[in-house]
């Protein structure tokens, strides 16, 4: 069964630095999507991207962050320079179009920022 | 802003019977909603979903229940198994949007 896939499963960086989280979505699904869930929290929509570019995004979603599709396969998240309430569980979700509401999850990538 | 409220943080039941999850939202112009399941781990699964033009949605052991004019949906697992021990999500959007606002879950253990 496809799945959307993430790298790297835990990643801890220092304050100040820049990340880039990768997902890989199911290869037939247009529509891309990042969450994130701060611990004990819940999950919060990020932004959404269609055609190469961000469809929709939250106020959360600010000049730090930018998404990027580099590649036919990959989708990245870009934090330019973390802070330390960016630490979460940063979840990748794809659906084969815009009104597909079923989401496809990743696994997640967990940021730590120290 | 909870526009999405799960008031329960956890729920326990046997194994066999109903276990009902519980979901609220403020946003009138919300029309379609979700269930998702997460095990430790793992990223939210979809489950099930409803749309607002039906008040319930049926698959296998699993029912979602809509009531609009309370601002209410609720997920019935029926018989409830071990397996389905995880924390439920629900999340609610609009026809015109992508972006969809999740609960803080409930975490359901099902006692065998």
């Given at each position: 069964e496809p799945e959307v896939t993430q790298t790297p499963s835990h990643q801890v960086t220092q304050m100040g630095q820049e990340v880039i989280l990768r997902c890989v979505p199911i290869s037939n699904h247009l529509y891309f999507y990042w969450y994130r869930q701060i611990l004990g929290q819940k999950v919060e929509f990020l932004v959404s991207f269609y055609n190469n570019e961000i469809s929709e995004k939250s106020e959360i979603f600010d000049d730090q962050f930018s998404v990027e599709r580099p590649d036919g396969s990959n989708f990245t998240l870009k934090i330019r320079s973390t802070k330390l309430e960016d630490s979460a569980m940063y979840f990748c979700a794809s659906s084969a179009s815009g009104h597909s509401y079923e989401q496809y999850f990743g696994p997640g990538t967990r940021l730590t920022v120290t | 802003d909870q526009q999405v409220k799960q008031n329960?943080?956890?729920?326990?039941?046997?194994?066999?019977?109903?276990?009902?999850?519980?979901?609220?939202?403020?946003?009138?112009?919300?029309?379609?909603?979700?269930?998702?399941?997460?095990?430790?781990?793992?990223?939210?699964?979809?489950?099930?979903?409803?749309?607002?033009?039906?008040?319930?949605?049926?698959?296998?052991?699993?029912?979602?229940?809509?009531?609009?004019?309370?601002?209410?949906?609720?997920?019935?697992?029926?018989?409830?198994?071990?397996?389905?021990?995880?924390?439920?999500?629900?999340?609610?959007?609009?026809?015109?949007?992508?972006?969809?606002?999740?609960?803080?879950?409930?975490?359901?253990?099902?006692?065998?």
């Open positions: - | 329960s943080p956890s729920l326990s039941v046997q194994e066999g019977r109903i276990s009902i999850l519980n979901c609220d939202y403020t946003n009138s112009m919300f029309d379609y909603f979700l269930w998702y399941k997460k095990y430790p781990a793992e990223g939210p699964t979809f489950l099930i979903s409803i749309s607002s033009i039906k008040d319930k949605n049926e698959d296998g052991r699993f029912t979602v229940f809509l009531n609009k004019s309370a601002k209410h949906l609720s997920l019935h697992i029926v018989p409830s198994q071990p397996g389905d021990s995880a924390v439920y999500f629900c999340a609610a959007g609009s026809n015109t949007g992508n972006q969809f606002y999740f609960g803080t879950g409930t975490s359901l253990t099902v006692i065998p």
